[in-house]
């Protein structure tokens, strides 16, 4: 088998001959237009633009598409291709959404243990008082990689769960439209290309890349830039198709408020992936202008007279936050939306409280709109403003609270076991909770003026992920594994990793908290020993290196378990979801038959009922 | 050795659970004292930032305490048993409940709302009997008086109302005392300020709370706080450096 039957090889070949022929093109053009030959930041933008189109083109995300306009008819294939071997289909344009999901899925694991690493890197630096090993500049680039890869490995894992899951929950054949779906995995492979060659370059403002500092570093911000705007073009299509896919393909007898919850929390997703990304996407192709074309969008210039003809740099947070903020609850709902879907299987009962949860969702999706300048309590803006989004952001609590109290009903009164996938999701409460508790605290203004850029937003915003989409992440992982392989995952080793993460994660959270009490400042690359932190600080660091062993602890069990676990059978948990109806691994054509919603979906513990009827051999 | 009702109505759950929250708000709420010792005391602005904290350490003591005992004791009660293969009892859910624990959270909201806004006040106000401009640039801080005296360090009188006005000469810092609670932006094309009433006397670390490129860390200047008595002797001999250099120049 040749290297370049594989799409992604081919893709990554594209890459790079586009970025040559892109900064060459850029070139001669500045020479026709009689400017100097290079500049960098038009060179390498127009170089990146063009290698992303030659990544797309390569790996043939658009090739049917491109058939299409020349009236050439491309039937949906099936199956593995005909002349490789069946793995191979993972590393190349497939349109079945179990391959797509299990992409992105693979691709988020990927990216999760990259970000972490550069966590780490910067963590052995803090560990004690001191520069020792990383100089200012790498460590505010470790520091800002260490972000953005962490933040696009949550949202191609949630990309995982959605288009693995949805289809099969509500027992559609496959996604609205499998094309687009594989065009919006594709996209992002380019864009994390171009976001770890930033690295080479620098670039040091953190994730929130505020001007005027990004409009001054060196060019790696340039490659940021597009490469967050290309992940956000992902977020769009993703959520537009599966959108799409729960409205219109549900099943007979499947209202809306009988879909399994996890969609409902994917839906409350998808309407904010769908109409907030444009934001930052926004926000960010300014900046990239205003670095390459000089169009002062952000930063103040001033005339001869003192009157500023530039720009504004508050109107960036603005742009920013309206999507930043949302975004975070992009990160936790698929998360408690798993934490919902699993607590009924394991208590034996049904979910307390369906539509009130599944309305909470929502809920929380709505009031995430109307609170983004809680991010900016200290930024300068019109005083009065602290009030409003004070206010706004207390109320997010109450949805908030729904959801917990839920569960908890939930879990009482149940039998309740407890194999990995169950211990991670209470793992998940216990962790979001610590995370949601400390976050009306940064909500009243008064308060947020001291904490604000510590530690302990840095405890509480690690909190509220993990929480809400890292423990209930592995959770997901452990649950549906049978599902996808067949076989079952090592327990012992699944419980190993519990013990090590959880109570390691508890303890990194409250010493980044006293941390911040303390007067720590965050994104800084040495601290004062005066200020009486080094133990805290020690402690946060070896706690990390503990998650991340726990973590690498799982990667050998899902890679071991999938060759020797034991057969896993259909149905190992008894859910009576219907992906859990039909043979492990799922076959290519998931259902074979269409089926029906003839009960509710968690009803355990009624007798005789059930969710689904797989339509009988006579009556289709 | 209790003997636990199986039954998931049983009033015994409840009184058992209740007196447990209120065991763990009371032991957590010293806990979470003690490991988040937040630093602001030393200004008039910090005590009500300092008061609401600790205010909210409370409610956090209250709120994971619920939720983690009602938790835990679900999962030691309501495990499965050994040979137990039933299901759960079947309950759906309970609207009224739903409706106590929309309505609860919302009066607190309302509540902390107001609170929340009188603390802010009082976290923002104060007097201008004394100023001072304090500018920031990458990486480093300038001070100077409206009476023409410049300096590195920052010097003001205790108990004094200081309204400290600041601006950036390039890209956006922040200004933070810790010991004094809030901090403020410094915003390139404006000039934002910052209320401040020290109490304590002593020397303090002015430092950048917003990342502002290569050396942000090391962004700090020194201050301190004196006796009047004293800052008027520093002001008056800095004025006359001063001006024996502009009249030797
Ligand atoms: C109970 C609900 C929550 C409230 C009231 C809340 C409140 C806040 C506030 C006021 C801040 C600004 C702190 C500051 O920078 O000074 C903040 C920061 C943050 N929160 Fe939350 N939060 C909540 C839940 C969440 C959730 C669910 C997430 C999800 C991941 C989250 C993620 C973040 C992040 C990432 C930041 C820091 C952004 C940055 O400055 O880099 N929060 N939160
Ligand atoms: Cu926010
Ligand atoms: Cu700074």
């Not at chain 2, 009476?147 to 006005?165: D, Q, W, Y």
């Not at chain 2, 910052?194 to 200047?221: D, V």
């Amino acid at each position: 088998m040749r290297l370049t039957s594989l799409g992604l090889v081919r893709g990554l070949i594209g890459y790079f001959v586009g970025l040559a022929v892109g900064m060459a093109a850029v070139v001669i053009l500045r020479l026709a237009f009689g400017m100097s030959a290079w500049d960098q930041e038009a060179v390498w933008v127009g170089g990146l633009i063009s290698a992303i189109i030659g990544f797309l083109l390569g790996v043939g995300a658009m090739s049917d598409w491109l058939k299409w306009t020349r009236g050439i008819e491309t039937p949906l294939h099936h199956g593995p291709p005909a002349d490789k071997p069946a793995w191979t289909r993972y590393f190349g344009v497939d349109y079945n959404h179990k391959v797509i999901g299990i992409q992105y899925g693979v691709t988020g694991l990927f990216l999760l243990v990259v970000g972490g690493s550069f966590a780490l890197v910067f963590r052995t630096e803090l560990a004690d008082s001191g520069i020792s090993f990383l100089q200012a500049g790498t460590y505010n680039t470790f520091l800002s990689m260490h972000a953005w890869v962490a933040l696009a490995s949550i949202l191609l894992g949630i990309g995982g769960i959605a288009n693995y899951l949805v289809p099969l929950m509500i027992g559609a054949e496959d996604m609205a439209f499998p094309r687009l779906n594989a065009f919006a995995y594709w996209i992002n492979v380019p864009a994390i290309v171009t976001l770890l060659i930033s690295m080479l370059f620098g670039w040091d403002s953190g994730w929130t890349a505020y001007p005027p500092l990004s409009l001054l570093g060196p060019v790696g911000y340039q490659m940021v830039f597009l490469a967050i705007f290309t992940i956000g073009l992902s977020s769009i299509l993703g959520s537009l198709n599966l959108i799409v896919t729960m409205l219109m393909m549900r099943p007979k007898g499947m209202t809306l408020f009988r879909m399994p919850i996890l969609c409902w929390a994917i839906l409350a997703t998808s309407i904010i992936q769908l109409t907030a990304t444009q934001l930052i996407g926004q926000a960010f192709l300014m900046l990239s202008f205003e670095r390459s074309l000089g169009m002062p969008f952000f930063k103040p210039i001033y005339d001869a007279a003192g009157v500023n003809i530039g720009g504004q740099p508050i109107l960036f947070q603005h742009l920013f936050w309206f999507y930043s903020h949302p975004a975070v609850y992009v990160f936790v709902l698929p998360g408690l939306g798993v934490i919902s879907e699993l607590l009924p299987v394991f208590a034996r009962k049904p979910l307390f409280g369906y539509r009130w949860v599944a309305l909470s969702s929502l809920a929380i999706a709505l009031v995430g709109f109307l609170v983004w300048g809680h991010h900016m309590f200290t930024s300068g803006y019109q005083p009065y403003l602290r009030v409003v989004f004070m206010i706004s952001t207390l109320l997010v609590a109450v949805p908030t609270g729904v959801k917990f109290f839920s569960w908890l009903g939930t879990l009482w009164g149940g039998r309740l076991t407890f194999p990995t996938p169950m211990l991670f999701t209470l793992g998940a409460i216990s962790v979001f909770l610590i995370g949601g508790l400390s976050g009306p605290i940064l909500a009243t203004a008064a308060t947020d003026l001291f904490l604000h850029d510590t530690y302990f937003v840095v405890g509480h915003f690690h909190a509220t992920i993990f929480g809400g989409f890292v423990f209930p992440f592995f959770a997901a992982i452990y649950y549906w594994y049978p599902k996808i392989t067949g076989r079952m995952y090592n327990e012992t080793l699944g419980k190993l990793h519990f013990w090590l993460m959880t109570p390691g994660f508890w303890l990194m959270s409250l010493a980044q908290m006293t941390a911040g009490t303390m007067g720590m400042r965050r994104r800084i690359a040495d601290y004062d020993p005066a200020l009486g932190v080094e133990n805290v600080q020690l402690l946060v660091t070896i706690a990390g290196f503990v998650i991340a062993f726990s973590i690498l602890i799982m990667i050998y069990n899902l890679f071991t378990s999938a060759e020797i676990g034991v057969l896993a059978g259909n149905n190992p948990w008894r859910s009576r979801s219907p992906e859990w109806q039909i043979p492990s691994p799922v076959p290519e054509h998931s259902y074979a038959k269409p089926i029906a919603v003839v009960g509710e979906p968690y009803d355990y513990g009624l007798a005789g009922s059930s969710y689904i009827a797989m339509a009988g051999a006579g009556d289709d | 050795m209790l003997k636990l009702p199986q039954s998931y109505a049983d009033r015994k759950h409840f009184l058992i659970v209740g007196a447990l929250v209120v065991i763990g708000t009371i032991v957590l709420g010293f806990f979470l004292l003690a490991i988040l010792p937040i630093k602001a005391q030393a200004s008039v602005q910090a005590e009500p930032i300092r008061w609401l904290f600790q205010l909210h350490i409370w409610l956090i003591a209250f709120l994971f305490s619920l939720v983690v005992v009602f938790m835990l004791y679900a999962l030691l009660v309501f495990r499965r048993r050994k040979h137990d293969d039933s299901e759960g009892e079947h309950f759906e859910g309970n609207t009224a409940l739903e409706v106590i624990w929309t309505v609860v959270p919302l009066v607190l909201v309302v509540i902390f709302s107001f609170i929340g806004v009188q603390t802010l006040r009082g976290a923002t106000s104060g007097g201008d009997e004394v100023q001072v401009k304090a500018e920031g640039f990458q990486w480093s801080w300038a001070f100077s008086y409206p009476n023409g005296v410049t300096s590195a360090e920052m010097v003001l009188p205790v108990n004094k109302p200081a309204l400290i006005t600041l601006q950036s000469r390039d890209v956006i810092h922040s200004f933070w005392v810790a010991e004094w609670g809030p901090k403020q932006d410094l915003v390139p094309g404006m000039t934002t300020s910052l209320h401040i009433t020290p109490t304590e006397i002593g020397e303090f670390q002015l430092a950048c709370a917003e990342l502002c490129g290569l050396s942000h860390w090391s962004m700090t200047a020194k201050i301190r706080v004196v006796p009047e008595a004293e800052y008027t002797a520093w002001m008056e001999e800095m004025l006359a450096a001063q001006n024996t250099q502009t009249a030797s120049r």
